[in-house]
């Protein structure tokens, strides 16, 4: 229902209705009992502007994005994080193999080569631990890449969230003040 200012001699504005129309209204300044215009004339009144502060807080479609967002992107990136691979231990010692060669013998060493090591690609088979490394490292690297994608499109929904609301709470504070 629509509300309009009603002048009083006194200078206050008495706050009327058209359930008022034709009938008084007392001024709660002056006390003073002020005959409200008939339902035609109410519209010359001037009309009471309703204030509207409370900005809308109910829970929205861009909230939820941000909730989800925010909880899939912390829970993949922890997961990200799981998925790493123990190194092995050098197999290798260089003074180790110094010291093969300095006590293998030329002929040993041109024997060696001859029969094995030239059929071989240059780098030398991998030992146990280092295949099981490099096998449990592509997968975990898989993972790791795929949960980090997961938690860049969790933010991306959460940075889509976080617009949207901010858009809503402009476009609501606009109307608020066109009002
Ligand atoms: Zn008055």
Redesign the pocket.
Known sequence: MKTYLLP???G?ELAVTPADAGGESS?P??G?T?PVPKLRDLGKLREAVPVVTKRSSRWSAGHTAILVGLLLAATSGLLSLVFRTQTPPPTADVHDIERQMQATSYVNAYGNWATELRHRPIAPPLTPEELAYRNAEAVNATWRRRFTYAAAAALALALTGLLAVVLRRAAEGRAGAAR
């Open positions: 009083c001699g006194c206050r001024c300044g002056c003073r002020v």
